[in-house]
């Protein structure tokens, strides 16, 4: 009988994706970082606990092409500073990205905000312009024009942080809203770039009721990069934080918070 590609895989089959997976080269790629000052009051508003603000009310997105041959990915993020238990790090309201494939690991494997959309990374000559959409709405976009190359910085350690929780099945769970209690992620990077560029330009929120970033308005802009850079990642389950003091921002994961109650469409049992 012919292979039943649903069935089973074998333990030598397993072992053989987890060791292509841990060998992986460097993978860079080309993005625009953007980075200000925003109302204190709106970045504490949407840091559920245990996060908390840092001395500096900032705001990061970071919009990139990521050369995977033959497999070219549009990443985004749109980020705040946040802290936890001494170490400061950046909690993202929103990551887009253009295929599935890099969606599913990090929702399912970190919890990371990951939803499917469009991401614009451009330079003709010294203009360069990046943008992230969804819903047919341009949320972010940020333009300018390269005003010069900065100075390589040395290998960092950067850390983002990531709720990760299951909504109950039958909508109440424990009492909680969850399966079970959700847990809160410090995936560390260790970012290397190879090449760093100013950019002299401005960034524009627009409004959109699926991604609200417009609420975390420019301020005070601190810095405008293109860069290319790689990072790898490892993510760490910190604590187990307290469901209904999460329970309030489980809408930030999604479009329409009511979708996590629709259960499967009828017939599809």
């Not at 860069?227 to 760490?236: A, L, M, P, R, S």
Request: proline share 9%; aromatic share 6%; with cysteine.
């Amino acid at each position: 009988m012919a292979r039943v590609r649903y069935g089973a895989r074998t333990g030598a089959e397993i072992a053989a994706a987890r060791t292509a997976g841990s060998r992986l080269p460097d993978i860079w790629s080309t993005g625009v970082v953007a980075v200000w000052e925003t109302d204190p009051d709106a970045v504490a508003a949407v840091l559920p606990p245990p996060l908390k603000p840092t001395g500096r009310p900032l705001v990061r997105v970071n919009i990139s092409k990521v050369d995977l041959p033959g497999y070219p990915l549009g990443a985004g993020s749109f980020a705040v500073a946040a802290a936890h238990d001494g170490v400061e790090g950046w909690y993202p309201l929103v990551m887009p990205m253009t295929h599935e494939r890099a969606l599913i690991g990090g929702r399912e494997v970190f919890g990371e905000p990951k939803k499917l959309g469009e991401v614009t990374v451009e330079r003709e000559g010294l203009v360069v312009r990046a943008a992230l959409a969804r819903h047919g709405i341009e949320f972010v976009e940020v333009r300018g024009a390269v005003s010069g190359p900065l100075p390589l910085p040395e290998p960092a350690r950067k850390t983002d942080f990531y709720f990760k929780f299951l909504p109950a099945v039958d909508g109440s769970g424990d009492g909680s809203g969850f399966d079970a209690g959700p847990v809160l992620v410090h995936c560390v990077r260790h970012e290397k770039v190879r090449k760093l560029e100013r950019i002299s330009g401005d960034v524009v929120l627009r409004e959109s009721m699926y991604d609200p970033v417009a609420d975390l308005p420019v301020r005070e802009l601190v810095g405008i990069t293109l860069g290319e850079k790689t990072t790898d990642q490892k993510g760490t389950v910190v604590e187990r934080v307290d469901a209904q003091a999460l329970l309030p921002y489980v809408h930030q994961r999604y479009d329409d918070p009511q979708q996590i109650l629709d259960g499967p469409p009828p017939g599809s049992a």
